[in-house]
């Protein structure tokens, strides 16, 4: 089996199986055969093909693995993903510029950021882009990091030697 969405999709179902009562376990049987068409293998004998047709979303999938390269994200998806991450970024910074201080003085550092943000985001959108997956990877690393220190470390009952 060299899928591996199937592979686990089967051991999931196969987990089920073996928990459920009986009359579901029928149900989850069929669902299991019935789930994806199978290559025959040297311990599976070969079963006659299946007489109804394909569903819609397996045709979908079959045409879409047969024209994309394996590995490769479509162009279309790649464009829709750069367009609505370029969208968020100018709409991120937008809400920020308006929720900005009105009154800061010339050399408050939360008005340079947003001002320094705002002139990105007029002069090179991409380049705002980018800059903006950096700052969240790092503000997540932080996050992170913080939360791991924040725990305190689980102390392990001393062992009582017997006199």
């Not at 999709?9 to 459920?20: H, I, P, S, V």
């Not at 910074?93 to 900005?100: D, F, K, S, Y």
């Not at 008005?111 to 985001?121: I, S």
């Amino acid at each position: 089996m060299s899928d591996p969405v199937q592979a686990h999709f089967e051991a999931a179902l196969t987990r089920r199986l073996q928990a459920a009562p009986e009359a579901v376990q029928r149900v989850l049987q069929a669902r299991l055969q019935s789930a994806w068409p199978r290559q025959p293998t040297q311990t599976q004998p070969s079963r006659p093909a299946r007489t109804q047709a394909p569903s819609p979303l397996a045709q979908l999938n079959r045409e879409i693995a047969a024209t994309a390269p394996p590995g490769r994200e479509l162009r279309s998806a790649q464009n829709f993903r750069d367009t609505w991450s370029r969208i968020c970024a100018e709409d991120e910074v937008t809400q920020a510029v308006e929720q900005g201080p009105e009154n800061a003085g010339p050399l408050n550092s939360h008005r340079l950021v947003l001002r320094t943000l705002a002139l990105m985001r007029d002069l090179s959108p991409d380049y705002l882009r980018r800059f903006l997956s950096h700052a969240d990877t790092l503000l997540w690393l932080e996050q992170a990091q913080s939360q791991t220190r924040a725990k305190p470390p689980v102390a392990k009952p001393k062992a009582r030697t017997k006199k």
